[in-house]
């Protein structure tokens, strides 16, 4: 008997838990049936839509309780999240940044933006973010350390900072990350873009690094509109951000002294109450989500060839945005697949082109990127909203 074609049996798994629709099933949409329109309201009526506002420090405070790190700036995306975070620790021209080769491009965006050099590196199957041991092994060879820290050997250009992105909201394996980049006096910056709500060994992802970063953006757990956020325990650091986000205004009652070039990188408020709105159901949608998963584990477990990422060990994942991944044997059917499944009305996504690959990034340092090539040959993102 002839097997059934991988197509099939992929969009029948995908029946299995979201029904025939008559309706495309987009990859995320958003949930906004809690106290948005109460507080949106509410802001217009007191006019303080703008950068001036009580929902602003509502949410950064909201955030803090909810993570548990000490604090938080909001910010109008989160790629200016990325750039305030790299500016803070002086990240600029003659610099590189370790980034992996497997992310969205606003992490790469971000370095660029200082002038710095994007660097990539490779990620692990395992958490799909980036390889803290195949990094240690490479550092061994192309880093050099001397009484200004760490350069490149190569390049010359000296390594400031590395920034793991929690992928899908899976969180890397930080501590072991945070471990490396020690020994070689390399920054850490978690894009948690994706990871609001993921906990690592128990605790909310974003508080190992120097700093973290958050999306709001409207495909995220929970959305502003447009929206970031940088979380940090460094009370300067975060004195720093304010200020480089703000304008770098000095507080007086009148007079306009700025006393560096910064920018106008605030959450306006208005953004900010829909935030407050959000944040407030965040729990349940995370619920919502591992439930989802759970159910989509469920329908691939039989499926032959194809495996659902299932969470590292140590975390406990928000599931953002669930993924299969096809088995190396049969990686060329993905193509096959995601039209399959488009055609059957599931909005299913490839993983983004790999950096590298990107026209303004084809002469960045990079290395061996094995591993991302494969995940990028057989992952495929599944309709992942919380209201399925
Ligand atoms: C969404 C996202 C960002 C950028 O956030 P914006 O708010 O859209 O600027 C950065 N990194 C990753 C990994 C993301 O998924």
Not at 85 to 109: R, S
Not at 173 to 182: E, F, K, N, W, Y
Not at 343 to 352: A, F, I, K, N, Q
Request: hydrophobic share 40%; with cysteine.
């Amino acid at each position: 008997m002839s097997e059934r074609p991988l197509t099939d049996s992929i969009v029948s798994a995908l029946q299995a838990v979201l029904g025939t629709t008559h309706n495309p099933v987009p990859l995320h949409e958003p949930d906004l049936k809690g106290n948005e329109q109460a507080y949106i309201k509410d802001c217009i009526h007191s006019t303080f839509v703008s950068t001036v506002g009580a929902y602003v420090g509502r949410f950064e405070r909201c955030l803090i309780e909810y993570t548990g790190i000490r604090h938080a700036v909001a910010v109008v995306n989160g790629t200016a999240a990325l750039h305030a975070a790299l500016m803070a620790i002086g990240v600029g021209v003659g610099d590189e940044v370790l980034v992996p080769a497997l992310t969205f491009v606003a992490t790469a965006n971000a370095v660029a933006y200082t002038g710095a050099v994007p660097h990539f590196v490779d990620s692990e199957e395992r958490t799909l973010g980036v390889d803290p041991d195949k990094l240690a092994a490479y550092l061994s060879s192309v880093a050099q350390i001397d009484k200004n820290g760490c350069s490149n050997r190569h390049t010359g250009r000296r390594i400031k900072a590395v920034i793991p992105m929690h992928t899908f909201g899976h969180p890397v394996d930080i501590d072991r990350l945070c471990d490396v980049c020690q020994q070689y006096s390399i920054s850490v910056i978690e894009d948690a873009a994706e990871a609001l709500g993921s906990l690592y060994k128990g605790r909310h992802v974003g508080g190992k690094g120097r700093m973290s970063i958050l999306s709001f953006n409207g495909n995220k757990i929970i959305t502003t509109g447009g929206g970031g956020a940088i979380l940090t325990n460094d009370t300067q650091l975060a004195e720093d951000l304010r200020h480089l986000t703000t304008t770098a205004k000095l507080p007086h009652r009148w007079t306009y002294h700025h006393d560096q070039v910064a920018f106008n990188y605030r959450m306006p408020n208005l953004n900010a109450a829909l935030g407050c709105a959000q944040i407030e159901r965040l729990p349940h949608m995370v619920e919502k989500k591992r439930r989802l998963a759970e159910r989509y584990a469920d329908a691939f477990a039989d499926v032959h060839a194809v495996q659902f990422f299932v969470e590292p060990e140590f975390a406990r994942s928000n599931y953002w945005l669930n993924a299969i991944l096809i088995d190396p044997a049969h990686g060329r059917q993905r193509d096959a697949v995601l039209s399959a499944t488009h055609e059957s009305g599931y909005l299913t996504r490839p993983v983004w082109t790999l950096m590298h690959r990107l026209p303004m990034f084809r002469n960045c340092p990079k290395m061996d990127l094995s591993v991302a090539k494969r995940i990028e040959s057989r992952l495929i993102n599944l309709p992942s909203s919380a209201c399925l």
